[in-house]
């Protein structure tokens, strides 16, 4: 009996002994109309009191029964998933680790198994569906997912892998409205933004690709991921515009390529495509300038090989001639054979025999290619014995080229095979070092 009973008890009964003293008189108890006693007042509240107390205390008891047996249900409900949910848990770390080991069908039959005791469980639903993409089984892929997403619809990786499963089908509609979803659950994802506008890319939709794109750069921080977005944005302008070319609408074409240099003034194609534009449009003046800007920024060869092909056009063969000395002289070492070859092979086909030849002679160690040019040179001279000469040191390198060996990463020069470069440590990146004497 608890304390609080006992002092609701103990001060009922002095009150009744209190009424008992100031009401002395009886109380008058019919059973039936004929039948009654008579009982004193103090008596009859002391029996009402025990009476209330007693009915109070039973329903108490069964209410407090009645409650710990729900208590008792309660707490083996929930150990039942705390043991369910422990076994899962066990289970499904297995088969990621079976799936790290590159064990397929043990990792699949352990996702199932999971889900055969617990089919909500979230994370199984999801590898379950990888898997099975990754198997080439793309309905079970979406089954998988579907169930995923209908057990938690605020999940967007469950979203992101149905909106997948959808790609992989080719249904892109679908895979568009599982990705707005999941972006309006995680409106900063970049990975679903990412797949959206590959979606939208698919179906060649190019106002909502931009959309998608102005939110990626707007949420990307990292300089280098920022980079690659501007490399982004700038194919995206290029792709529409050749859509356009295909179209006949060049001047929108012009815009968009124009748009393409200002998103990534470092990217080659805009400018090339571009140069091209204006010279079919009858504009070789703004060709020309397009190159040149091309070639300043991205220091291509292809911008010059451009270059040459319309000041030949224009009757300006001198502006080539300038054109390559200019660049050959702003070159960095690495570019700088190539564009002298270039030039060599101008003063040649123009007949400046000297001038091809001091250009030649300037590589300090010149390629077969340059070796060839020379006895060109010679030939045209008709100087035979120097070009039997340079014959013979073209020859010699080449011979010497075979027993060589160069590493493709870091350009050192060797002359023993490894299968790491012993310099910068690169795996089979050694060839011959005949491959890099043209």
Known sequence: MSLRFIITFISFALLTVYFTLLNPGDVEIHLTQNTSFPLPAAVFLLISVLIGILLTSIFTGYSQIINGFKHFLETRSLESKTRQLKQSEKLFQQAENALKGGHSDKALSLFK?????????????????????????????????????????????????????????????????????????????????????????????????????????????????????????????????????????????????????????????????????????????????????????????????????????????????????????????????????????????????????QSLWSIASPSIPAHLLLIKAHQDKNEAEKADQVTRAALQKLTTSLSRFVCRQCNSDFDQWSGICPKCQAWDSLDSAIQHTF
């Open 113 to 357: 198994k999971i889900l055969k005791g617990n089919p909500k469980h979230i994370a199984s639903l999801i590898q379950l569906g990888n898997l099975y993409r990754k198997m080439g089984k793309t309905v079970q892929a979406l089954e998988a997912h579907q169930k995923a997403v209908d057990a938690d619809r605020d999940n967007p990786q469950a979203l992101q892998c149905l909106a997948e499963d959808f790609a992989t089908a080719g249904q892109w509609n679908k895979a568009i409205d599982a990705l707005k979803q999941a972006r309006h659950l995680e409106p900063d994802s970049l990975f679903t933004l990412r797949q959206l506008r590959a979606a939208y890319r698919k179906q060649n939709d190019w106002n909502q690709v931009l959309q998608i794109q102005k939110s990626i750069l707007s949420h990307v921080s990292n300089a280098e991921e920022l980079e690659q977005e501007k490399e982004y944005s700038s194919q995206i302008a290029y792709l529409r515009g050749c859509e356009l070319i295909d179209q006949q609408q060049i001047e929108p074409a012009i815009f968009e390529m124009k748009r393409a240099i200002k998103e990534n003034p470092k990217s080659l194609p805009p400018y090339i495509k571009l140069g091209d534009l204006y010279q079919q449009n009858g504009n070789p003046k703004a060709a020309i300038k397009t190159w040149k800007s091309g070639f300043e920024i991205t220091g291509s060869n292809i911008c010059l090989l451009r270059l040459r092909a319309a000041y030949e056009q224009t009757g300006k063969p001198e502006e080539v001639i300038k054109l390559y000395q200019e660049a050959v002289r702003s070159s960095p070492n690495s570019k700088k054979e190539t564009l002298i070859l270039s030039l060599a092979g101008l003063y040649l086909d123009q007949g400046k025999i000297e001038e091809a030849m």
